[in-house]
T-cell receptor, first 113, second 116 residues
Framework: QKEVEQDPGPLSVPEGAIVSLNCTYS??????FMWYRQYSRKGPELLMY????GNKEDGRFTAQVDKSSKYISLFIRDSQPSDSATYLC?????????????FGKGTKLSVIP | GAVVSQHPSRVICKSGTSVKIECRSL??????MFWYRQFPKKSLMLMAT?????????EQGVEKDKFLINHASLTLSTLTVTSAHPEDSSFYIC????????????FGSGTRLTVV
């Protein structure tokens, strides 16, 4: 079992839809959870950052972490064509000074006007 | 915000030649930079951690003699793919620590390497 599992999609939704993106993980030491957005032929940019379990909201984006289920989600409300990108989840144990990130495969999202 | 500049964005080279990719932190100093490789529909795979003034730390399975890393200053790390083969064709991305904690990473825009 890979440390982080993420369905690569592709996922296609109409403009205005609510998008749900998910990752599961196996390493219980992960405490820091991130979502990155990566446009085609570009590097990832940090979208959301969450520590431990709980929810975090930023505009149209909501990140949820359920450590008991080892499951994280990213919700996008009122999706826009400009949200079309690959979304990568990433996690870190951040122990002993180590901040190495472990990434999911990324889910390619297309928002159709 | 912090900016990491990666150059070139695309490069095509012949088999057997070497190609150098540069990663620069533009508005901050980075004692540590990271080099990733990304295949289609695959995770970003950490290749190596580049440390300013010392040897890079390579991940298991990454050939250090093939992927030469130099981090000679606090703002520049380079990755040289030596004796390139078609299987080295990939998207290479660098990252630098621009802040504290797991969220303190800034990524470059990536380099698409095609070996023909």
């Amino acid at each position: 079992q890979k440390e982080v599992e993420q369905d690569p999609g592709p996922l296609s939704v109409p403009e205005g839809a609510i998008v749900s993106l998910n990752c599961t993980y196996s390493n219980s030491a992960f405490q820091y959870f991130m979502w990155y957005r990566q446009y085609s032929r570009k590097g990832p940019e940090l979208l959301m950052y969450t520590y431990s379990s709980g929810n975090k909201e930023d505009g149209r984006f909501t990140a949820q972490v359920d450590k008991s289920s080892k499951y994280i989600s990213l919700f996008i409300r009122d999706s826009q064509p400009s949200d079309s990108a690959t979304y990568l989840c990433a996690m870190s144990a951040e122990g002993a000074g180590s901040y190495q990130l472990t990434f999911g495969k990324g889910t390619k999202l297309s928002v159709i006007p | 915000g912090a900016v990491v500049s990666q150059h070139p964005s695309r490069v095509i080279c012949k088999s057997g030649t070497s190609v150098k990719i540069e990663c620069r932190s533009l508005d901050f100093q980075a004692t540590t930079m990271f080099w990733y490789r990304q295949f289609p529909k695959k995770s970003l795979m950490l290749m190596a951690t580049s440390n300013e003034g010392s040897k890079a730390t390579y991940e298991q399975g990454v050939e250090k003699d093939k992927f030469l890393i130099n981090h000679a200053s606090l703002t520049l790390s380079t990755l040289t793919v030596t004796s390139a083969h078609p299987e080295d064709s990939s998207f290479y991305i660098c990252s630098a620590r621009s802040g504290t904690g797991s969220s303190g990473y800034t990524f470059g825009s990536g380099t698409r390497l095609t070996v023909v």
